[in-house]
């Protein structure tokens, strides 16, 4: 006799194949186009956190008018909502002007955002880089310290442009530093302070020929990858370099330059993150550029393309475009078969969460162990309140998370 996919199986195949089928409405696949996020943002860092992309940037204006910090959030990398101040100086009482550059870490259940304030321009003046913490990867945050984590030059670097680095073996380091040098240190388990280096050092000095400001680390195939921007972020030639290291220390030899201005395009493309994508295995690179004739100096845009190696692991040059990259969700991307959903007014997406919903209970009716759990969003800048979730079948057929 022949015998059929169980009850599950086949309405989890259903779910999927709706999915993709909304997905490419017209055949073709959404991009997101460039600029991804509307209004003059900087420096964003990207990541994933909680099954969805994330960008945290700086808000490009005045610096007395740089006193916050937005977020922006997407399942797909094509439609991004907007979370406002997400991180508010006022908040901070150290903190007053130049607000800059976040970096953003999960550990522990918390997310910890560095930042840099007040552009300080020598030891006497207030500011640095200083540390928020959250429970959730759209804030509030709230000033960790009371005070800045880093306040003073050393080696040269001005405490700004900080990047929390996560090695292999699950140690944080802070890389930070602008005015051409750049120094790694340790972080302390709760990210209140550094743990000495062995030979009595905190700081490490680790900047390579070009750098200038805005480091970046990740580690891929054993091999760590150093990028750094160069030139000057007001003008056309700012610039993304990179350097392989064997150590989140180096030493770092430049290999050359990955992005820059093209001139049919946008010009002063830099300041970048590196996004991987682990389900499409795709690599993104999310770096600001402003646009052609532009002449205030704040008029910086977020924008978002491919990023490719060589066979041999190189950087291979990134074409910036107008196009930007195609939709990614990630909800394609559950190595467990999983089915993410993000639902509100206007998504079109109730029915996702409703598919789950549904998924969850027919496993239930037939004697699965089904933990249920949902993430109530308010998002006030929209007004509206967004639910995000995760059911995931985990192990085949019959246990489901839906978060
Ligand atoms: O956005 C403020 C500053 O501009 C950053 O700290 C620098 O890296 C440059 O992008």
């Given at each position: 006799m022949r015998r059929f996919p169980p009850i599950p199986a086949l309405l989890a195949i259903t779910v999927a194949a709706v999915s993709l089928v909304s997905l490419h409405v017209g055949g073709?696949?959404?991009?997101?186009?460039?600029?991804?996020?509307?209004?003059?943002?900087?420096?964003?860092?990207?990541?994933?956190?909680?099954?969805?992309?994330?960008?945290?940037?700086?808000?490009?204006?005045?610096?007395?008018?740089?006193?916050f910090l937005d977020a922006f959030s997407s399942s797909d990398l094509v439609s991004w909502t907007k979370h406002s101040r997400v991180l508010d100086a006022a908040d901070v009482t150290w903190a007053r002007r130049a607000v800059w550059a976040p970096s953003v870490a999960e550990k522990d259940g918390r997310y910890y955002l560095f930042f840099g304030a007040n552009d300080i321009q020598n030891d006497s003046q207030v500011?640095?880089?200083?540390?928020?913490?959250?429970?959730?990867?759209?804030?509030?945050?709230e000033d960790h310290l009371g005070r800045p984590l880093v306040d003073k030059f050393v080696n040269g670097a001005q405490p700004i442009d900080p990047f929390v680095f996560k090695d292999e073996d699950g140690t944080y380091y802070l890389i930070y530093g602008g005015w051409r040098h750049c120094n790694a240190a340790r972080l302390n388990a709760d990210f209140t302070g550094f743990v000495p280096f062995p030979d009595g050092t905190t700081f490490k000095e680790i900047t390579p020929s070009g750098y200038v400001e805005g480091s970046f680390m990740f580690v891929k195939d054993g091999k760590y990858y150093f990028m750094w921007s160069e030139g000057g972020w007001t003008g056309p030639n700012y610039a993304v370099a990179y350097a392989i290291g064997s150590s989140p220390f180096g030493p770092f030899d430049r290999a050359g330059r990955i992005?820059?201005?093209?001139?049919?395009?946008?010009?002063?493309?830099?300041?970048?993150?590196?996004?991987?994508?682990?389900?499409?295995?795709?690599?993104?690179?999310?770096?600001h550029r402003r646009p052609l004739g532009e002449t205030d100096r704040n008029h910086r845009v977020v924008c978002i393309d491919e990023m490719r190696f060589d066979v041999n692991g190189a950087i291979l040059p990134v074409v910036i475009t107008k196009e930007g990259v195609a939709a990614d969700p990630l909800r394609n991307q559950a190595s467990d078969g999983g089915l993410r959903f993000l639902s509100g007014p206007g998504r079109g997406a109730w029915s996702q969460e409703k598919a789950c919903t549904i998924w969850a209970a027919v496993h239930s009716a037939v004697g699965c162990s089904v933990t249920l759990k949902r993430t109530m969003r308010a998002d006030h800048e929209q007004e509206q309140t967004k639910r995000t979730g995760w059911c995931a079948l985990n192990p085949l057929p019959c246990s489901i998370v839906l978060s």
């Open positions: 073709q696949t959404p991009r997101s186009g460039n600029p991804i996020l509307a209004g003059w943002y900087a420096d964003p860092e990207a990541h994933i956190f909680e099954q969805e992309y994330w960008i945290y940037p700086t808000y490009s204006a005045p610096y007395g008018e740089q006193t500011g640095g880089i200083g540390v928020a913490r959250a429970r959730n990867p759209g804030g509030p945050f992005l820059q201005q093209d001139p049919a395009i946008a010009t002063g493309a830099g300041h970048h993150s590196i996004l991987h994508a682990a389900g499409s295995n795709r690599w993104y690179i999310v770096y």
